[in-house]
């Protein structure tokens, strides 16, 4: 009876080992945790991410497939940098699209808007933009000059035709080491003047 009794229980707690393995979250074989952010405005939005970076935000309709930024030739000053953010997403269905903002609501307490489109088209459906370019220096983008790495949160909000506004939050963040590599790219630019 007693040899009954400790085979079951061992059965129970193989049972709930593999149970509890098999509810690990992965992601590209990252294990996946949740990271609390307190965004502008008050709220705290918890997003799941790896030791190897952000996972794109996703539901049943659409995905995140870029929140980044570039390091380009101004177009208007081409011997100068321009910083701009990059921004798509992928639309799973046939819907028609609104409208589509993007404003970073992390680290800063207020929420600043990167990309405001009123009239969006889908390509393929992919939606995407740019920011308006800005020179990087540690006046117009302090957080690309300090040490460390800079950490954001991107809201999208989406307004599919007929339906309401589908938000989603995508968290961003740099390295040191990608900080670094940009801010050569700004010096190899400019040293073109």
Not at 110 to 138: I, M
């Amino acid at each position: 009876m007693k040899a009954k009794v400790l085979l079951t229980l061992g059965t129970i707690l193989l049972l709930s080992l593999s149970t509890a393995s098999a509810r690990e979250r992965t992601y590209m074989g990252h294990p996946v945790s949740d990271m609390k952010f307190p965004i502008a405005g008050g709220q705290e939005v918890s997003l799941p991410v790896t030791d190897a970076g952000p996972i794109p935000a996703e539901d049943k309709d659409y995905k995140i497939e870029v929140a980044g930024f570039s390091i380009t030739p101004s177009l208007l000053r081409p011997k100068q940098a321009a910083l701009a953010w990059q921004f798509a997403l992928t639309a799973k269905g046939s819907q028609t699209l609104e409208h589509v903002k993007v404003e970073e609501v992390y680290p800063d307490d207020a929420v600043t808007v990167l990309v405001d489109d009123p009239s969006p088209s889908l390509q393929k459906k992919v939606w995407s933009r740019s920011s308006v370019g800005v020179e990087p220096n540690p006046i117009s983008v302090p957080w690309l000059f300090k040490e460390g790495s800079s950490v954001f949160v991107m809201r999208f909000t989406i307004s599919p035709a007929g339906k309401p506004p589908v938000v989603l939050y995508q968290p961003v963040w740099f390295s040191k080491p990608v900080k670094e590599t940009f801010r050569q790219q700004v010096l190899q630019i400019n040293a073109g003047r």
